[in-house]
């Protein structure tokens, strides 16, 4: 079976003109060169016959006698014809006996049945590693040969082959033979100028067996077929890493060296990849040369706008295999992985914090260094991160970019547009390890979880009253200073805390987001409606030790112990009166001010106090026939 696989390869290699040069000492079948071999003296291809040399030649001298009278592309055989003219047709004449899957190639049918069979025809014999293509093993050949023979005079690097030393040198004379009849790009080789053209075209006539993507260059197809089969025939000789494709491994080299060639004319940033130097330049040259379809949004990098457009389509082709969950982009996909694996590869030098982003690292160095590259223009502040600098940059310009679907509501950042998703999906998905009392947000299931451990580390230096949170002994402080940084818009009332001044704004709108699923009452706090739920469930959490009495509120339970030790904590200021609840002396402030904020809608009679209102509408109530 294995003979007669490979001549049936061999076969279709010639009849595509796809042959390659023979690796002596590592390929062991009947295509390594021999006396009656006849080679090309341009790409050191082997063929076993003259005619099949005499077609090949072809290529070199450019002449295409076979055109295709669709996109008027020429061909030097008429079998490449053939093949592409089923591009257009979408003709499949091969088909699989196995599962069906047709092809418009017979060597593309022959490598999707070798899927079938899990045979691997090509074997090295260095490492006796099998191959379902030949042009994996040449490639894989390379890595165990050292021999390089071909060396340019320039920059004396090494070369297998001479048609590969002949292109490199174009590079050092900056000659581009080959030009694009379109839009006149020039190129080095004239496989760049043909795969230049399909950009044109948008022609991909390479296929994938197993999952039908294309490609518009066979190389970018045989590096995608490894993803399938695992395959990594590239390894570093430092840390023995494994690389799908050499190019990955030659850039991986550089982590090793840290030899950065490329430096920046304007900064003198230097850079390891010519690429990231041309796009470094941008930030200087504020090019945008990618722009959206859609929206017209433009972007430095290609990445960007592709990454942008599945906002539009809202599409996330990436899923996890573990917990389903799908992401845009692949490079998301592989952090959200880490999480998983509970792996954290890179360590801090100062503290030994493990972090699974090398971004996240260097950030966090910036803590032990105390910079703060990123400044505000408006008004100097500075942030470690550029990211914290463009969300502060909203604050200026009011701009809030993320709306809700459901009711309109704007934020300046979509992770809080995602929790507030939550509220109408009352979704929660953080969980408490001790009580099993989900969250919505993970920051308020960790600050959940100290009143089980009861650790209080932040003290009250005035009162000695002790705290779970920093931003809680913050606002506990201005209680004593009297300071209300947050002020109201509408009637200039100030707040020691913003959830405060929040919560005060819905007095004024009159908008109560929070329903009760039993009763369908709405409330404008969210800690009104679950105390609301226990008057369903007649559920009371909270009891006093001494009379075991049981209170559906902390702060009831936390007010009802006053009764015990006749303490008056809460003074007026004018009269010096004392009382036990701290809302009791707000109504009290309001005789002294004559203020009566709550008004009847029947009658219009002013009250100083809520409930004295509520008593007075049961009155009209009992008018009412």
């Not at 991986?252 to 850079?271: A, I, L, P």
């Not at 929040?502 to 009104?528: G, L, V």
């Not at 339970?557 to 030790?565: E, M, Q, V």
Request: charge should be positive; aromatic fraction near 10%.
């Amino acid at each position: 079976m294995e003979d007669s696989a490979k001549r049936n390869e061999i076969h279709l290699v010639d009849d595509l003109c796809a042959a390659a040069s023979c690796t002596d000492g590592f390929v062991e079948d009947e295509t390594c060169a021999n006396d009656k071999d006849f080679i090309c003296d341009s790409c050191d291809a082997v063929f076993s016959e003259k005619c099949q040399l005499d077609k090949h030649v072809l290529c070199y001298k450019g002449k295409k006698l076979h055109s295709c009278k669709l996109c008027t592309k020429s061909f030097s055989r008429k079998y490449h014809l053939l093949v592409h003219s089923r591009t257009h047709t979408k003709e499949k004449p091969y088909s699989c006996d196995v599962c069906n899957h047709a092809f418009s190639d017979k060597i593309n049918l022959f490598r999707h049945c070798l899927t079938h069979t899990d045979e691997k025809p090509y074997s090295c014999n260095v490492c006796k590693k099998g191959f379902y293509q030949k042009s994996l093993l040449i490639s894989h050949c390379l890595t165990h040969a050292n021999d390089r023979p071909y060396s340019c005079d320039i920059c004396k690097k090494d070369f297998f082959t001479k048609s590969n030393l002949n292109q490199h040198y174009r590079y050092h004379t900056n000659e581009k033979r080959y030009s694009c009849d379109v839009c006149k790009k020039n190129f080095y080789t004239k496989s760049h100028l043909n795969g230049h053209y399909r950009t044109h075209t948008n022609e991909k006539p390479y296929s994938c067996d197993v999952c039908n993507r294309c490609f518009s260059h066979k190389q970018h197809l045989d590096n995608h077929y490894r993803i399938h089969t695992n395959e990594k025939p590239y390894s570093c000789d430092v840390c023995n890493k494994n690389f799908f494709q050499m190019s990955d491994l030659n850039n991986h080299f550089r982590t090793h060296t840290n030899e950065k060639h490329y430096s920046c004319d304007v900064c003198n940033k230097k850079f390891s990849f010519k690429h990231n130097l041309t796009v470094h330049y941008r930030i200087h040259t504020k090019e945008k040369p990618y722009s959206c379809d859609i929206c017209h949004k433009s972007f430095s990098q290609k990445i960007h706008l592709n990454y942008h457009n599945l906002t539009h389509t809202n599409e996330k082709p990436h899923s996890c295999d573990v917990c389903h969950k799908s992401f845009s982009q692949k490079n998301n996909l592989t952090k959200h992985y880490l999480i998983h694996k509970n792996e954290k590869p890179f360590s801090c030098d100062i503290c030994k914090k493990g972090f699974s982003r090398k971004g996240n690292l260097k950030t966090h160095i910036r803590i032990h260094s105390k910079q703060r590259p990123h400044s505000c223009n408006v008004c100097g502040k500075r942030f470690i991160r550029i990211h914290h600098l463009w969300i502060h940059s909203r604050i200026h310009t009011k701009e809030k970019p993320y709306s809700c679907d459901v009711c309109n509501k704007s934020y300046s950042q979509k992770h809080n547009l995602t929790i507030h998703y939550r509220t109408h999906s009352n979704e929660k998905p953080y969980s408490c390890d001790v009580c099993s009392k989900r969250f919505h947000k993970k920051q308020i299931m960790n600050e959940h979880q100290l009143i089980h451990t009861n650790e209080k580390p932040y003290s009250c230096d005035i009162c000695y009253k002790k705290f779970y949170l920093k931003r809680h002994l913050t606002s506990h402080y201005r209680i004593h200073i009297k300071e209300k940084p947050h002020l109201c818009d509408i009637c200039n009332k100030g707040f020691s805390r913003k959830q405060q001044l929040t919560n005060h704004y819905r007095t004024h709108t009159k908008e109560k987001p929070f329903p009760c699923d039993i009763c369908k009452k709405s409330f404008s706090q969210k800690d009104n409606l679950v105390t609301h739920h226990q008057i369903h469930t007649k559920e009371k959490l909270y009891f006093c030790e001494l009379c075991k009495k049981g209170f559906l509120r902390k702060q009831q339970l936390n007010s009802h112990y006053l009764t015990h030790t006749n303490e008056r904590p809460f003074s007026c200021d004018v009269c010096h009166k004392a009382f036990s609840q701290k809302g009791n002396l707000n109504n009290h402030y309001l005789t002294h001010t004559k203020d009566k904020p709550y008004s009847c809608d029947v009658c219009k009679k002013m009250f100083s106090c809520k409930s004295n209102l509520k008593r007075h509408f049961h009155s009209h109530e009992k008018e009412k026939p």
